[in-house]
């Protein structure tokens, strides 16, 4: 089985930063691409927001709500990524969800895994 872990998570005051990881585990051969997604105070599943990912060249794609502010990095030989958050404001508050598809390991492939979420909360 290939999980998702993340990490890093908190209460920061609003211009603060906070870093986030997500280590995929399991025999991995693999991985296309991995991202983050939120998932805002109150609000369904289906209305998580994807935020940025990067794949196994590592090519970014970032919301426009965080370009400049997040940056997301891979250490393909950790099967682990980061993000980097920077003047969090207010509205960033969510659970942060780590995202890997395409993926290839020991135990089969998978279209798209989920990791289980770690909370950022942003107030003064």
């Known amino acids: 089985q290939v999980q998702l872990v993340e990490s890093g998570g908190g209460l920061v005051q609003p211009g603060g930063s906070l870093r986030l990881s997500c280590a995929a585990s399991?025999?991995?051969?693999?991985?296309?691409?991995m991202g983050w997604y939120r998932q805002a105070p109150g609000a369904p599943r289906q209305q998580r927001e994807w935020?940025?990912?990067?794949?196994?060249?590592?090519?970014?794609n970032y919301a426009h709500s965080v370009k400049g502010r997040f940056t997301i990095s891979r250490d393909n030989a950790k099967n682990t990524i980061y993000l980097e958050m920077n003047n969090l404001k207010p509205e960033d508050t969510a659970v942060y969800h780590c995202?890997?598809?395409?993926?290839?390991?020991?135990?089969?492939?998978?279209?798209?895994?989920w990791g289980q979420g770690t909370q950022v909360t942003v107030s003064s």
């Open positions: 995202n890997a598809e395409s993926v290839r390991a020991a135990s089969g492939t998978y279209s798209r895994i």
């Open positions: 399991g025999s991995i051969f693999s991985i296309a691409s």
């Open positions: 935020v940025a990912n990067i794949t196994s060249g590592s090519n970014t």
